[in-house]
């Protein structure tokens, strides 16, 4: 019995360019990378004119406006405070150490007077709201989007918008500068205590100084800094939520960026506002 004769391999595919898909891929990223903020800032845009609109139409629901103001402000009350306490605990401490190495300890009082005022109210108010209050929204937002109830509310003629995001962005814009005047108080409240009662500065000199150099444009431009923020935070709160997908997974995703996000935009916004205010130049 002969041996049947080996048969040729079949001939091996032309072999593809390995660099092209490496190239086509990191293409792809660098674009995704480069427009990925691009959509957001536009998405963004657009929940802002959407709000805006329907902000001045009827029907006008002030009781959604109060159940937010209340849900915003009074419930980050105590953490408002406490963050100022310490934060005006511990920049008196500093200020107070830095000033003695060459005799200028008395100004600590107008220091940290100017610093809460300008900008550790309005940013350090901001970035608890966005901790507490924004993430919540995000995720209540975000829950009943992947359970179909904003569309229940379409199909029942009630504007999403209108609803869910107007009266959470309006409660942010008016409780925002309010926590700031407590955070502010509380702040100077601590420094207060551990510049008088514990470095022994004068009462009368820490506050007078205080009086003398803080004035009310210095207090105006960190309400309006907070004004600002508080719109912002509810309303990328709010677009995180609103368009979430992926069940509960997703919620999750959504909320973890719209805490990163409402961090960079509070730190990027105050360089802006504060350089609007100022006069200056942004670069």
Not at 82 to 90: E, H, K, P, Q, R
Not at 263 to 270: E, F, M, R, V, Y
């Amino acid at each position: 019995m002969s041996a049947e004769a080996p048969t040729d391999p079949a001939p091996a595919p032309a072999a593809a360019d390995a660099g092209e898909p490496g190239w086509k891929a990191a293409g792809e990223r660098v674009g995704t990378f480069v427009l990925a903020p691009l959509a957001e800032l536009g998405m963004l845009a657009r929940m802002l004119f959407e709000t805006m609109f329907w902000l001045v139409r009827p029907p006008y629901r002030g009781r959604l406006l109060l159940e937010q103001m209340e849900f915003i402000g009074v419930g980050s009350v105590f953490l408002v405070s406490l963050t100022g306490f310490f934060i005006g605990a511990v920049l008196g401490l500093q200020l107070v150490d830095g000033f003695r190495q060459f005799g200028a300890e008395n100004q600590t009082g107008a220091v940290v007077g100017i610093a809460m005022a300008r900008e550790m109210g309005p940013v350090f108010t901001a970035l608890m709201i966005s901790s507490r209050a924004g993430s919540a929204m995000t995720t209540e937002l975000g829950s009943m989007r992947v359970s179909d109830q904003i569309n229940a509310l379409v199909v029942l003629a009630v504007n999403p918008v209108q609803y869910l995001i107007v009266p959470r962005v309006l409660a942010g814009v008016i409780t925002a500068p309010i926590l700031t005047l407590l955070f502010n108080v509380v702040g100077m409240t601590g420094a207060y205590l551990v510049c008088v009662h514990m470095l022994s500065i004068d009462p009368g000199i820490f506050l007078g100084r205080m009086q003398w150099l803080v004035d009310w444009p210095d207090v105006m431009q960190g309400l309006t800094k907070a004004a600002i923020f508080g719109g912002t935070i509810s309303l990328i709160a709010c677009r995180q939520g609103f368009h979430a997908t992926g069940g509960a997974a997703g919620v999750g995703r959504a909320t973890n960026r719209s805490v990163v996000h409402n961090a960079i935009a509070i730190l990027a916004l105050d360089y802006v506002v504060t350089a609007v205010i100022l006069g200056q130049g942004l670069f």
